[in-house]
Structure formats: structure tokens, C-alpha cells
């Protein structure tokens, strides 16, 4: 490789990679990460529970369905 | 993310039965391969390949335009799927002549309907309305 092309190799390199000048963040991130953190876990509702108790039984006492439930989804 | 909510909301609908697929396809895989079975197993994936992923985007596009006036959850707008995909299915099944389709009672067709509901109803509240939220969508 001669030097010309080591320069062509540098100027297309540089050019694929974005500059580095503007990267710096743009606001504090702390504020978000302690949203994040109050925010509240997924709750799930008794009423979910039961429901997937019963479709869990469902399948349990009729295995027949399986095949029809997976073809569906 | 302010532009195409309509897009947004079919690429979140899209998402889960998609990703749902896969696990789809390994059981079909394995019946294919170990059983073997007499009937061409490979029309039984056109069903759920094809059809049950753009039902659920365009079912999720639906909740976007209702959403705005008053109107019910999100899982139970889910649940409403089963009653439109079951008869499809059924009509498609028959149609192609599905062993297991032709061999299932009515019983257990009926069966189906409030198990595929229950299902249907957790998963459109927990999975798809987490992508509508984090898609900024509903």
C-alpha cells in the first residue's frame, strides 16, 4: 500500500465515521434514572391471576385443545 | 414518536405473535420430524404464518382509533380476537382438510373459544399494551 492510498484509506474512514465533537449528552440522565426507579413494578391483579389459573386448568383438563389454541396463535 | 401512530400500532400488534411464532414452529418442527404425520404438516403453518400477526396489528389499529373516545381496555379489546379467529381458522382448517380440524369435536372447538379469550386477554394487556406504551401509542 502506497501513500496515496494510505490517504485515500484515512479520508474514507473518516469519512464513514461520524465526528466526535457534538457527543456529549444533552441533559443530566440522574432525573431519568430516579423516574425509572420510582416508577412501580407491574402489578398483576388477582383477577389475572385467576384467569390464568382457570385457561392453566383448562388445558390441564381438556388436552384435546392444545393442538386448536396453538394453531390459533 | 409523533408521526404514524397506525404504523406503530400494527408493528406492536405484529410483535408478539411473531415472536410467539418461533416456538410455534419448533413444536411443528418436531411433529414434523419425530411423528412424522400422514397429512402435509406444512399447511397447517399457513394459518398462523400468514394470517394471525396482521389480524393482530390491524386489531391493534383498531384500539388506536377507538381509544380516543370512550372504550373498553386493552385486554379485553384483545379477547375480542378469538371470536373473530376462531370461525376463520375453523373454515380454513376444513377447507384444507386438517386431520386434527376434521377429527375435533364441537366440543372441544367450543372449548377453544373462552380458553383462547382468557389467553388472549392477558397477553394483549400485559404484552401488546407494554409495546403500545413504549411505542407511545395509547
Redesign the interface.
Known amino acids: 500500500m502506497n501513500q496515496q492510498e494510505k490517504e485515500k484509506l484515512s479520508a474514507l474512514l473518516q469519512s464513514a465515521l461520524p465526528p466526535m465533537g457534538d457527543r456529549a449528552l444533552r441533559g443530566d440522565l440522574w432525573p431519568r434514572m430516579l423516574r425509572r426507579l420510582d416508577r412501580r413494578p407491574?402489578q398483576v391483579a388477582w383477577f389475572?391471576l385467576a384467569?390464568?389459573g382457570?385457561?392453566a386448568a383448562?388445558?390441564i383438563a381438556?388436552p384435546?385443545?392444545i393442538?386448536?389454541?396453538?394453531?390459533?396463535? | 414518536m409523533k408521526t404514524h401512530p397506525y404504523l406503530r400500532a400494527y408493528m406492536a400488534g405484529v410483535t408478539v405473535?411473531s415472536v410467539?411464532?418461533l416456538f410455534?414452529f419448533v413444536?411443528f418442527c418436531v411433529i414434523r420430524f419425530a411423528c412424522n404425520p400422514e397429512f402435509p404438516i406444512e399447511r397447517?403453518l399457513v394459518?398462523?404464518m400468514a394470517l394471525?400477526p396482521a389480524i393482530w396489528g390491524v386489531w391493534n389499529m383498531v384500539y388506536l382509533a377507538m381509544h380516543t373516545r370512550r372504550y373498553i381496555p386493552l385486554g379485553a379489546h384483545g379477547a375480542l380476537v378469538?371470536l373473530i379467529?376462531?370461525p376463520v381458522?375453523l373454515v380454513t382448517?376444513k377447507a384444507l382438510g386438517f386431520e386434527?380440524a376434521l377429527a375435533?369435536s364441537w366440543t372441544?372447538?367450543i372449548?377453544?373459544v373462552?380458553?383462547?379469550m382468557?389467553?388472549y386477554?392477558?397477553v394483549w394487556?400485559?404484552l401488546v399494551g407494554f409495546l403500545n406504551e413504549m411505542l407511545g401509542i395509547a
Open positions: 407491574v389475572d384467569l390464568a382457570l385457561a383448562g388445558f381438556f384435546a385443545v393442538p386448536w389454541v396453538l394453531f390459533q396463535c | 405473535p410467539f411464532l410455534v413444536v397447517v394459518f398462523p394471525v378469538p379467529l376462531v381458522a382448517a386434527f375435533a372441544i372447538v372449548l377453544t373462552p380458553l383462547l382468557i389467553i386477554y392477558l394487556k400485559f
